[in-house]
């Protein structure tokens, strides 16, 4: 059962944080947000990043 939106692009994850895609291209290379590189380009799963995001809202951190 594969969805075709598990894996995001930097700009899918730039509009689904409501930030820059510059600052989601260095939140990964910084190793802030999970992520993983095909070639050059930056990827990232989608459970991956929804998890991130729900530990950073229980922690109350930035």
């Given at each position: 059962?594969?969805?075709?939106?598990?894996i995001?692009t930097?700009?899918?994850?730039?509009?689904?944080?409501?930030?820059?895609?510059?600052?989601?291209?260095?939140?990964?290379?910084?190793?802030?947000?999970?992520?993983?590189?095909i070639?050059?380009?930056?990827r990232?799963?989608?459970?991956y990043?929804?998890?991130?995001i729900?530990?950073?809202?229980?922690?109350?951190?930035k």
């Open positions: 059962m594969s969805n075709s939106h598990e995001m930097t700009k899918e994850v730039a509009d689904y944080l409501h930030v820059h895609p510059l600052t989601v291209h260095r939140y990964a290379r910084a190793g802030k947000i999970p992520a993983f590189k070639g050059t380009d930056w990232f799963h989608r459970k990043l929804e998890n991130w729900k530990q950073k809202v229980s922690l109350g951190s």
